[in-house]
C-alpha cells in the first residue's frame, strides 16, 4: 500500500444522512446559523404584528379600556409593580419580581415532587403488571380532575398556608411523568433486556442500566408537560392565600377591575413559562443527544 493510500484510508470517513449523500459538518453550520436567524425574524415579525394589532385596538377603542388596556398602560403597571411609588412597594407589598419569584419557587418544589414520584411510579405501572392493575386507573383518574375540583379539600386538609398549594402542584404533575414513563418503559424493546442479561447484568439492573435509559426521551417529554401543567395551575394554587405570588396579584387585580395589571400577569407567567420550556429542552438535548431533531 503507497503512502498516498494509507494517507487516504486514514481519513475519517464522511457522514452519511438518509438521502445517501455526504454531509461536510463544517458546510452545514452556516445553514444552522441561516435558520436560526430566519426563525428569530419571523418571530420578531409575528411579535410586532401582534402588538401593532393590540395597539390599534385600543387606539380605535373597539373596547372599552376596562375590557382590553393600552399596551401603554401595561407598561407603565410593569413600572409601578417593580418599584416603589408614593410610599406603596410594588403591588401588595411585594414588587413583582418577587411575586414571580414565589410563584416559580412553588412551581420547582410542587413540580420537583410530582416529577420524582411519577418516574418511580411510572416504573413500577409498566416493570410489574399487578401494580399496573391496581393504579392505572387511579392515575388516570387524577389526571383528568382540573386543579379546582381538589384545591377545596386540600385546603381542608393543610389550611391556607403554603402546604395546599404545593400539594396541589404535587397532584397536578405527577399524573403526566407517570402515564409516560409507564408507556415509556413498555415500549422498550425485548432484545436489549435479553442483550444485557447476556452481557451479565443482573435482575435488580436492568431498570435502571436497561429500561431507564431507553425511555429517557419519553420521560423528558412528560416532564416538560408536567411542569406546563403545574404552570397552568399556579394561579389555581394561588387563589387562596396567593400574595406573593403572580397568580395572587392577578386574582386581586381582578377583584378592582385592574385589567391592566392581569394582563401583566399573563404576560409574565408565558414569557417565565416559555423560559422554562427553553431550560428544558436544552435538558433533554444534554441528556438524549441521540433522539432526532
Aim: hydrophobic share 50%.
Amino acid at each position: 500500500m503507497s503512502a498516498v493510500d494509507a494517507a487516504t484510508d486514514a481519513r475519517p470517513e464522511p457522514r452519511i444522512p438518509a438521502a445517501g449523500k455526504p454531509v461536510d459538518p463544517a458546510r452545514d453550520r452556516p445553514r444552522r446559523g441561516a435558520g436560526f436567524a430566519r426563525r428569530a425574524a419571523l418571530r420578531t415579525i409575528a411579535l410586532a404584528v401582534l402588538l401593532g394589532a393590540w395597539w390599534l385596538v385600543t387606539e380605535l377603542e373597539v373596547w372599552p379600556p376596562v375590557l382590553v388596556p393600552k399596551p401603554a398602560s401595561v407598561w407603565h403597571q410593569f413600572i409601578r409593580t417593580e418599584s416603589v411609588h408614593d410610599g406603596q412597594r410594588g403591588y401588595s407589598g411585594h414588587l413583582l419580581h418577587e411575586h414571580l419569584w414565589a410563584s416559580l419557587r412553588r412551581i420547582l418544589i410542587g413540580s420537583g415532587f410530582g416529577v420524582a414520584a411519577g418516574v418511580v411510579l411510572g416504573l413500577l405501572i409498566g416493570l410489574i403488571g399487578t401494580v399496573r392493575v391496581i393504579l392505572e386507573p387511579l392515575v388516570d383518574f387524577v389526571r383528568t380532575l382540573p386543579p379546582l375540583a381538589y384545591l377545596s379539600l386540600l385546603v381542608i386538609w393543610f389550611g391556607i398556608d403554603e402546604s395546599p398549594k404545593i400539594w396541589l402542584l404535587v397532584i397536578a404533575s405527577l399524573p403526566p411523568v407517570a402515564v409516560a414513563t409507564a408507556d415509556a418503559v413498555r415500549g422498550v424493546h425485548p432484545d436489549h433486556l435479553h442483550a444485557a442479561r447476556s452481557l451479565g447484568a443482573r435482575r435488580w439492573e436492568l431498570p435502571w442500566r436497561v429500561v431507564l435509559p431507553s425511555a429517557l426521551p419519553e420521560i423528558v417529554t412528560g416532564v416538560r408537560v408536567a411542569v406546563g401543567v403545574a404552570y397552568t395551575s399556579v394561579v389555581a394554587a394561588e387563589t387562596v392565600n396567593g400574595v406573593p405570588g403572580i397568580g395572587g396579584m392577578i386574582r386581586d387585580a381582578q377583584r378592582y377591575n385592574q385589567t391592566d395589571v392581569v394582563v401583566l400577569g399573563i404576560i409574565v407567567i408565558g414569557l417565565s413559562g416559555l423560559a422554562i420550556d427553553a431550560c428544558l429542552k436544552a435538558v433533554e438535548r444534554r441528556l438524549t443527544p441521540w433522539r432526532g431533531r
